[in-house]
């Protein structure tokens, strides 16, 4: 593993241990340190850099927290895939976005159902309260880590959409464009951080008390006619958010 580069400046006034974790970041996103390899020992990463085993114990504390990387019990430190990193400038579904980044994207359907739209659901998607919708709940993967648990609201003009189409585990969005020549233009996103639902934590595999990114998404098309409303839950240490701003 080359990390023979890596230097510790002590005269900085950043932290030792802030200056390691970032370093080892650079590096696994550089690709020198690959997915599933075992980072250096506290003791051996220590010796190697003049640091105390406590400054690189909190480096790895802090990677471990932001699900960079994971330990094993009597293993040693193992880098994890870096997260999926959705850019907030444009409208893509999961399939595309995990594609555009390098991920291969997968869909596990869990149910899908046509309910009555509660207030909320008919409010987003311009309906009267119990209207018919089609409901969509699917666990989202990216090189096959569950990633999101979706749950995918489609308007009443596409509740017919045959159920044996999402089963294949393809873009919701090339299904509702071939079937009805819908393209997504447009959509309103809110983000939040809040704790997973008993369910949302055993489908997407969270530790007690692990955070999940709360998404709630009303998509729009060429007509300016709501279509979808989608509310995810996001692991919140396998998933960013990156926004392009410019100066007024």
């Known amino acids: 593993m080359e990390l023979d580069d890596i230097r510790i400046d002590k005269a900085l006034p950043t932290p030792a241990y802030l200056q390691l974790k970032e370093k080892l970041i650079h590096a696994i996103d550089a690709g020198r340190i690959n997915q599933g390899r075992a980072l250096p020992s506290e ?15 909190r480096a790895f504390k802090e990677l471990v927290a932001e699900g960079r990387v994971e330990q094993q019990q009597g293993s040693g430190t193992y880098v994890r895939g870096r997260p999926l990193e959705q850019i907030i400038d444009r409208v893509l579904g999961f399939t595309d976005e995990a594609r555009h980044l390098g991920f291969e994207p997968g869909a596990r359907l869990l149910k899908a159902e046509r309910v009555p739209a509660d207030d909320q659901v008919a409010a987003a998607l311009g309906l009267e309260p119990g209207a018919t919708v089609l409901r969509v709940t699917r666990l989202r993967t990216a090189d096959g880590e569950p990633l999101a648990l979706q749950e995918a609201h489609l308007a009443t003009r596409l509740a017919d959409l045959p159920t044996e189409e999402l089963a294949a585990g393809g873009s919701l ?9 819908i393209r997504p233009v447009r959509a309103r996103q809110t983000i939040g951080a809040r704790l997973p639902t008993r369910a949302e934590a055993r489908a997407l595999g969270l530790a007690q008390g692990a955070p999940v990114l709360a998404l709630e998404r009303t998509t729009f098309d060429e007509g300016e006619r709501p279509f979808e409303y989608t509310r995810s839950a996001y692991r919140g240490d396998r998933y960013r958010l990156a926004l392009d701003l410019r100066a007024l």
């Open 43 to 57: 003791r051996d990463l220590a010796a190697s850099l003049g640091l105390s085993r406590m400054t690189v114990r």
């Open 173 to 181: 969005y090339r299904c509702l464009e071939v079937r009805f020549g």
